[in-house]
């Protein structure tokens, strides 16, 4: 399976490296811009370098490339409907929210409380209105990008225990391990279903 991993410069690159940690093979990594830090990890691991700086370059940049999966690991542009087109159920992406399976469901805790989608939220706002919001658990999705905004078929789902004196630094940190680890078991899984290639 060929991926591409898609970052920014808004984080550290810890997405990216646990995607690198699977052992898949991945061809490229694309960035919009020069100074992010996971480009650093990138580097070390010698997988190749593209920058796109709009979001009108990134069809032609994928279709060079050829993958048969692209992941989002905080990558902050808006991605053009005729790239998810061309790439249809190929895209996942990382969102800091508990996706649900139908617009309309929901998703449970595993205390049995209605779990929050955080729809449109980046993962900051996300975090904070888990907490905002007073709820019992916070959780992330990997889920295939649709056009839908925010929603698509769910691959795997997350969720941490938020405690009393939790603030957005700290139950970001415990999340974004499970976050980390989720990425490893959604790609076995897919290799076990056959999803190694397109």
């Not at 009108?56 to 905080?74: Q, S």
């Not at 808006?78 to 790439?87: C, K, L, R």
């Not at 800091?96 to 998703?107: A, I, N």
Request: aromatic content about 6%; charged content about 25%; hydrophobic content about 40%.
């Amino acid at each position: 399976m060929k991926l591409v991993v898609l970052i920014s410069n808004t984080g550290a690159g810890t997405n990216l490296q646990a995607i690198i940690d699977t052992g898949e093979n991945i061809v490229a990594v694309i960035c919009d811009r020069h100074d992010a830090l996971g480009l650093e990890r990138a580097k070390k691991h010698g997988i190749p370098i593209k920058i796109c700086k709009n979001k009108e370059e990134l069809l032609p940049i994928l279709k060079k490339i050829n993958p048969d999966r692209v992941c989002l690991a905080g990558w902050k542009q808006m991605i053009a409907d005729e790239v998810i087109t061309n790439y249809k159920l190929q895209i996942i992406n990382l969102h800091p929210g508990l996706v649900p399976d139908t617009m309309d469901g929901v998703v449970l805790c595993p205390d049995g409380t209605p779990a929050l989608w955080n729809k449109g939220m980046l993962t900051d706002k996300a975090i904070k209105n888990f907490l905002d919001k007073k709820a019992t658990y916070a959780g992330s999705s990997l889920h295939y990008l649709t056009l839908d905004f925010d929603f698509g078929p769910v691959l795997g789902r997350v969720f941490e225990k938020i405690q009393v004196n939790d603030t957005v630094e700290l139950l970001y940190a415990r999340l974004k391990v499970k976050e980390n680890q989720l990425w490893g078991k959604i790609f076995s899984s897919l290799e076990t279903a056959g999803g190694k290639t397109r």
